[in-house]
């Protein structure tokens, strides 16, 4: 009940700061000097990477968590924010291809290395399902999906950093340790869309979590009730049972 | 880079494409509540499989609490008028 209550008011706070960000970007912060009103997909496209990317790695954060206490629900967990994290991660990609040909004519570039590299982590995250599907038992399924989401995850800030490193920019850096480039309302902007899509991340994963709960609850409750037949006649799943 | 040279789109072209890339955020949300409004429908339906399963089950192994039938009568229990007059 007190689950239910407090993902009503992550929706509630979800809702509010996705409002409020909106907001900003369409009446709040000034139009780009270079790119003008198409620079406004900025707002949506780069939280919804680095949102899909922390994923990633809470993901494998998770991970580490079940293969140190053995207990399933750590595997549920990083099974959930990785989903969601390519989910996240396709729509960043759909999103950058359309700011790509508007502001470069092209709906992509095989020579930018931060584009390459965010497709290479998605497709390297895109294994993760069809690898769980493969393995039938349940203990084996959640310890191999555990051990490759953690090698994914370690992948991620490693791959971060070769591209910062790496020189052939056609992404300008806007985004620094040492403050970046962006103007006062543009940042104010930034980082509410960043916490709002964060929070829609939030929101989605517990309500997806509450939902495979409920589902792996009521399989029990075949199991212990009907016997296992009943439940092996139930399809094969990638989601942990 | 020729790209970054590129000169900002007018605003009625650049609205499409900002329009676009909002719309595949509603898209993906529209997308991913129908999926899970289905699988919350599917595990309802699984719910009330499992619980007219063991009704059925119960009604087998126990008949007499099959609704409908008649509760069996216990010593002490009050008989009503008819029924006492045939115990006489």
Redesign the interface.
């Known amino acids: 009940m007190s689950h239910a209550r407090g993902l009503r008011g992550l929706i509630f706070a979800t809702i509010a700061m996705t409002m409020a960000a909106l907001a900003l970007v369409f009446f709040y912060a000034p139009l780009d000097a270079d790119q003008g009103f198409v620079q406004k997909i900025f707002y949506i496209h780069v939280p919804m990477a680095i949102v899909s990317l922390c994923g990633f790695v809470l993901g494998a954060l998770l991970a580490i968590g079940h293969l140190r206490t053995g207990d399933r629900k750590w595997d549920l967990r990083s099974y959930v924010a990785i989903h969601m994290s390519l989910i996240f991660g396709v729509a960043a990609l759909i999103m950058g291809s359309i700011w790509a040909k508007a502001s470069w004519g092209h709906w992509w570039v095989w020579d930018d290395p931060t584009l390459v590299s965010f497709l290479i982590v998605l497709l390297l995250f895109a294994t993760y399902q069809p690898l769980r599907f493969a393995i039938e038992d349940p203990e084996r399924q959640a310890r191999y999906a555990s051990v490759f989401a953690v090698v994914a995850g370690a992948f991620v800030p490693l791959n971060f950093i070769a591209v910062r490193l790496s020189q052939g920019f056609v992404h300008p850096r806007v985004l620094t340790l040492t403050g970046g480039n962006l103007p006062g309302s543009m940042r104010l902007t930034f980082t509410v869309a960043v916490l709002a899509v964060a929070l829609l991340f939030a929101t989605l994963c517990i309500f997806e979590l509450s939902a495979k709960r409920t589902r792996i609850e009521l399989r029990r409750l075949r199991r212990e009730l009907l016997g296992d037949d009943a439940v092996a006649a139930l399809r094969r799943s990638a989601a942990p049972s | 880079?020729t790209?970054?040279a590129?000169p900002?789109?007018?605003?009625h072209?650049?609205?499409k494409?900002?329009a676009?890339?909002?719309i595949?955020?509603v898209v993906?949300l529209v997308v991913?509540v129908g999926i899970?409004a289905l699988?919350?429908s599917r595990?309802r339906r699984?719910?009330s499989e499992?619980r007219q399963?063991?009704a059925d089950r119960e009604v087998r192994e126990n008949p007499a609490a099959a609704p409908g039938s008649p509760a069996p009568v216990r010593r002490g229990d009050r008989l009503a008028e008819p029924e006492r007059e045939v115990a006489r």
Not at chain 2, 8 to 11: E, N
Request: charged content about 10%; overall charge negative; cysteine-free.
């Open positions: 880079m790209l970054l590129a900002a789109l007018p605003l072209t650049a609205g494409y900002v676009g890339a909002y595949v955020l993906m991913y899970m699988r919350t595990t699984e719910l499992l399963e063991l």
